[in-house]
């Protein structure tokens, strides 16, 4: 079977691709701060006549092709944020921000994004509406959550919204689609355990909130272990542990900070119910009194199934059938497009960006990391499943 790809690898419509992302790692911006980027894809987008609202949570851009028929609408998503970290590459396209880094592969994202709206912009024989929506702020800022709050929905009305992240890891040339759980929600755990300082020598007369604090440390691992359905998922990562001083005083206080990630809410309730129950009557135990409070992040985000079906008929057009794997488990970590599935159906899915070996290599390390890079063999078919997707919907 000869399979057609809109956009072929090593054409000249990938070359160009591989220049715009060059350009856009080269200029990394953090949450809402990204001008430039967004002046950027305006400018390849205008220069292609694309019709474009600018503006919707600071930075973002919501690029509009018409089919030549009329039809359903569909969003497609990009986001477009980097991260405060260094880059410690050396290769010629590095950034030039000191301190900022695209370091999660949404330079890779704005660029795949960018060559479907410019390629079915020239072969719109649709029936119906895409919206291309580059999106700031993933990394913490909830752009996500911003643009739907400013009405992206309701100026851009969608049946369904779509979503796609390079995966390390996954080989080149490979899909994974989840027909439910994708990434996890996320909340920030806060602890404060207060007892009463006082001469270490001493520690009869003194009420110890580091004692309770391993403590608590250690309970909290029986929460998921213990009490929640072998079958089902979270986490809980004390990540932050401060107290004292010095080496001869016991301290007032204790502060434990950590992470906790789930895909179902009633999880998350069960989780968070019992955390209480362990953090208050440890410390009471141990005379000592425990506050434990938590700050929501990003929710889960879950696909609807019918949507991932059709992301992987797509995909399945350009790549052989098993390279699109339906069983990947899921990942812990936490992603914002989760507000738009939120407020409208649809799939978000991975794209191989390639092996990562153990010795790790500039092009083959996990997201976030200082040496990361996307991969730039991936933009052609990464454009070319945009478009297959929109002509199998439309
Ligand atoms: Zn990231
Ligand atoms: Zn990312």
Known sequence: ????????????????MIGWRHWLHQHPELSFKEELTSDYIASVLESHGIE??????????????????????????????????????????????DGKMHACGHDGHSTMLLGA????????????????IFQPAEEGG??????????????????????????PGLPTGKFAIHDTNVMAAVETINITITGKGGHAAMPDQIIDPILSGAQIITALQSVVSRNISPVQSAVISITIAEAG??????????????????FQPEIGKQVKERMQILVKNTCKAMGATGKLGFEEGYPATINT????????????????????LRDMPPSMGAEDFSFLLSACEGAYIWIGNGETPDNQTASNC????????FNDDISALGASYWVQLVRSIL
């Not at 809109?6 to 070359?15: G, K, L």
């Not at 709206?117 to 291309?132: E, I, K, M, P, W």
């Not at 643009?147 to 969608?158: D, N, Q, S, T």
């Not at 996990?366 to 890079?373: A, F, G, V």
């Open 245 to 262: 001083f010095t080496h001869n005083v016991i301290p007032n206080t204790m502060q434990l900070t950590g992470t906790l990630r789930y």
């Open 117 to 132: 709206a410019v390629y079915l912009s020239q072969h719109n024989d649709f029936a119906g509406t895409v919206h291309f």
């Open 142 to 167: 909830a752009g996500g959550e911003v643009m739907v709050k400013e009405g992206l929905f309701e100026k851009f009305p969608c049946s369904a919204v779509y979503g796609m992240h390079n995966w």
């Open 305 to 324: 199934p019918k949507h991932a079906k059709k992301c992987a008929a797509a995909a399945r057009q350009l790549v052989p059938e098993d390279d699109v």
């Open 366 to 373: 996990m997201l976030h990391n200082t040496q990361y890079d």
């Open 1 to 16: 079977m000869t399979i057609k790809h809109a956009i072929e690898t090593n054409s000249q419509r990938h070359q160009e």
């Open 52 to 97: 474009m609202h600018r503006g919707l949570a600071v930075t973002g851009i919501v690029a509009t092709v018409q089919g030549t028929k009329t039809g359903d609408s569909i969003g497609l998503r990009a986001d477009m944020d980097a991260l405060p970290i260094q880059e410690l590459n050396e290769f010629k396209h590095k950034s030039t921000h």
